[in-house]
């Protein structure tokens, strides 16, 4: 099963973009990439999710390589209220597989 | 409004004790989810159900027990023989079935468990 890596923290100022990565060089052909994101002691807030092509809605994109190896989740505008902890998630038509995601800091 | 309930949100409970957390949801939905997150780690899968009267064991799910016996219910039962039941316990929900491409899962609140 597909696996994912996140930096464990990443700081982004209020009003730009913030670009998290994620690595999954081990998913399989038919497997999802899903972003969550848990802001502190609450349950986790799905994002956005895709299989090949970019993908774009009201709170994100997700650009995901050729390759399908690594994939990057963009807050174009981001705020305060985005500061939270994002998975990368890769879905197997089975179970979730939650890493320890990526701490992003927003400030001011 | 529709959504997922646990309760309590904080439970204490003495070592030695089984414990039931419940989680009850009106999405209609038919896959329900167990997870477990520690502090500054990821959520760890527990148990899931698809369908009921029917679940399957996650990653982490020595020491715990479930059941499905209504679709909006689905109670976890953590027991003496979990080593470290302290943590934080999420439940979630989803329309998934089968084959369906899209699973987006809703979270619970959360049931912070502490085991003195």
């Known amino acids: 099963d597909a696996k994912t890596t996140q930096p464990p923290s990443m700081d982004c100022a209020e009003g730009r973009a913030a670009n998290l990565p994620c690595n999954h060089s081990t998913i399989s052909g038919n497997e999802y990439v899903y972003w969550y994101r848990q802001i502190h002691s609450q349950g986790p807030q799905y994002i956005i999710h895709g299989l090949k092509n970019n993908e774009t809605n009201e709170m994100a994109s997700l650009i995901i390589t050729e390759d399908r190896k690594s994939s990057t989740l963009i807050l174009p505008h981001a705020t305060l209220r985005d500061t939270a902890v994002y998975y990368c998630?890769?879905?197997?038509?089975?179970?979730?597989?939650f890493g320890s995601g990526t701490k992003l800091n927003v400030k001011p | 409004d529709g959504g997922i309930t646990q309760s309590p949100k904080y439970l204490f409970r003495k070592e030695g004790q089984n414990v039931t957390l419940s989680c009850e949801q009106n999405l209609n939905h038919d896959a329900m989810y167990w997870y477990r997150q520690d502090p500054g780690q990821g959520l760890r899968l527990i148990y899931y159900s698809q369908i009921v009267n029917d679940f399957q064991k996650g990653d982490i799910a020595e020491g715990y027990s479930v059941s499905r016996e209504k679709k909006e219910s689905f109670p976890l039962t953590v027991t003496s023989a979990q080593k470290n039941p302290t943590a934080f316990y999420l439940c979630?929900?989803?329309?998934?079935?089968?084959?369906?491409?899209?699973?987006?899962?809703?979270f619970g609140p959360g049931t912070r468990l502490t085991v003195l």
């Open positions: 998630i890769v879905w197997n038509f089975n179970k979730f597989y």
């Open positions: 979630a929900s989803s329309t998934r079935r089968g084959a369906s491409t899209y699973n987006e899962q809703f």
